[in-house]
């Protein structure tokens, strides 16, 4: 079982660039699709970005061109650089875990291990 911890969130100005990460621990992370959802209060759960076990990243268009999603196998990290922020961009960050993803997938209950999540504040 695989236990996933995100960190890099805080305030930023609308227009500046800010790293989130994605630590995991107890399992291999390479054996697993990862992808980022966000939710502001009130809202559903938004996919933000998905990054298969290959290596295959596919992003919603709200971010496409904006943010980058990478993994770093052997330090067992995500990683989600996002430039270009606004204000629609603020909510928590959640990264979170799918044993044996093969192909990107998009929605939130197919994945079964989520870390607590980190805000992400675009100030206007």
């Known amino acids: 079982q695989v236990r996933l911890m995100e960190s890099g969130g805080g305030l930023v100005q609308a227009g500046a660039s800010l790293g989130l990460s994605c630590s995991a621990s107890?399992?291999?992370?390479?054996?697993?699709?990862v992808a980022w959802f966000r939710q502001t209060p009130g809202e559903r759960r938004e996919f933000v970005a998905t990054?298969?076990?290959?290596?295959?990243?596919s992003y919603a268009d709200a971010v496409k061109g904006r943010f980058t999603m990478s993994r770093d196998n052997a330090e067992n990290m995500i990683y989600q650089q996002m430039n270009s922020l606004k204000p629609d961009d603020s909510a928590i960050y959640s990264c979170?875990?799918?044993?044996?993803?093969?192909?990107?997938?998009?929605?939130?209950?197919?994945?079964?291990?989520w870390g607590q999540g980190t805000q992400v504040t675009v100030s206007s």
């Open positions: 979170a875990a799918k044993y044996g993803g093969n192909f990107a997938v998009y929605t939130a209950p197919n994945y079964d291990y």
């Open positions: 107890g399992d291999t992370l390479s054996g697993y699709a």
């Open positions: 990054i298969t076990k290959n290596g295959y990243t």
